[in-house]
């Protein structure tokens, strides 16, 4: 009897410990709703009261319910390379008011050397796919980061190995689309990652290029800007639609302009013109043809730059990761130059952005 009185009050006890609350004195739903409303600069914070916190802070519940309510914030995140070729990772709050790029360290050190990776955000995670180095062919290696546990970890394979090739996100879907490789057995194919099932499928169609120079979603499809062909001069674009799953050759008007990084924002694609200074474009898809919505003052940029757009405001991310971003409703309505405010560069001005992305949690 004296045993199974000792074995029920060590059971009594385990399960006190593991219904410890969130909040002493508080219902967890209510200690949820409020620890939610936490801004995010702060979780990392959260994430070293308890286990139980950290566990709720990097969880699926924590990131629907802050989704669910509006209390989600956008970060950019870019991916850099340095004069000595080595990747590096920096992360920004745009709604900081005190803005500026912070390191995040842990990059997988296999991959640190890697060129030619893609990238891309699908949920609360950011993807680093294939790649290649000096001594190393194309790799089928992905590794992810989870910016909600701030941890890295590897992912499913692709399909094929692949490095220089074109990424995008439809239908909560990743796409890594042509590339190059010498094993690279079908230069004409792309993968799709299901994260729900951690894995890979594989797809075919002649009118896709390995050539690739940038990729974009726009009203729902995935455009592809090509290089110059063997057969032809000129820059061409395809455009893959999910409803017959195949490519197409886009609108030559469209393509012909779409000349630098390009961004979407409220079913408008704007373009970054950096051939002959810097200049926003704009793709009127009514009229078919680009207008010039404004130019930037070329003090401010240090091309090449990247793109990304948060909510109405543009962000152009260039070398050493100086950013200049401005409200594109605002400056519709100003002549001259663009007007905007600027973020000033790291300290090591010749690390070249790769890509930017964006992870709303």
């Given amino acids: 009897m004296e045993h199974q009185q000792s074995g029920s009050s060590e059971g009594t006890s385990e399960m006190g410990r593991t219904q410890t ?42 990131y629907s319910y802050r989704r669910k309510h509006n209390l989600d914030e956008t970060w950019i995140y870019a991916l850099c390379q340095d004069k000595c070729d080595q990747i590096h990772c920096y992360v920004l709050d745009p709604s900081s008011s005190r803005k500026s790029w912070k390191l995040i360290q842990g990059i997988p050190p296999r991959i640190l050397k890697r060129k030619g990776m893609g990238i891309e955000v699908l949920g609360k995670k950011i993807y680093l796919l294939g790649g290649c180095g000096w001594c190393e062919d194309a790799s089928d290696e992905v590794y992810c980061y989870d ?25 909560n879907k990743i796409y890594a689309i042509g590339g190059l490789g010498s094993n690279l057995s079908d230069p004409n194919s792309w993968d799709t990652y299901d994260s729900h099932t951690n894995s890979w499928k594989s797809h075919s169609d002649p009118n896709l290029v390995p050539e690739i120079e940038d990729s974009v979603v726009f009203d729902g499809k995935i455009y592809i800007r090509c290089g110059a062909s063997s057969i032809s001069s000129h820059v061409y674009a395809i455009v893959y639609g999910p409803l017959n799953g195949s490519w197409q050759h886009a609108d030559a008007v469209m393509a012909s302009g779409w000349q630098g990084p390009a961004v979407v924002i409220d079913g408008r694609l704007y373009v970054l013109d950096q051939s002959s200074g810097t200049r926003l474009m704009m793709w009127r898809k009514e009229s078919k043809e680009w207008v010039v919505v404004k130019r930037l003052c070329q003090f401010l940029t240090q091309p090449p730059c990247r793109l990304v757009a948060v909510g109405k405001r543009i962000f152009v991310i260039g070398k050493g990761l100086s950013t200049v971003m401005f409200d594109v409703d605002e400056n519709m309505n100003i002549g001259g130059m663009m007007v905007g405010s600027s973020i000033s560069k790291l300290t090591s001005p010749d690390c070249d952005v790769i890509s930017c992305k964006l992870i709303t949690l």
């Fill in 21 to 62: 609350p969130l909040i002493c004195g508080l219902p967890d739903d209510i200690a949820l709703s409020c620890l939610a409303r936490i801004p995010r600069k702060y979780h990392a914070a959260l994430r070293c009261v308890s286990k139980k916190w950290r566990d709720l802070v990097g969880s699926e519940e924590w």
């Fill in 147 to 171: 910016a909600s546990t701030n941890c890295w970890s590897q992912a499913a394979s692709l399909s094929i190995a692949r490095c220089y090739f074109a990424c995008e996100v439809l239908d």
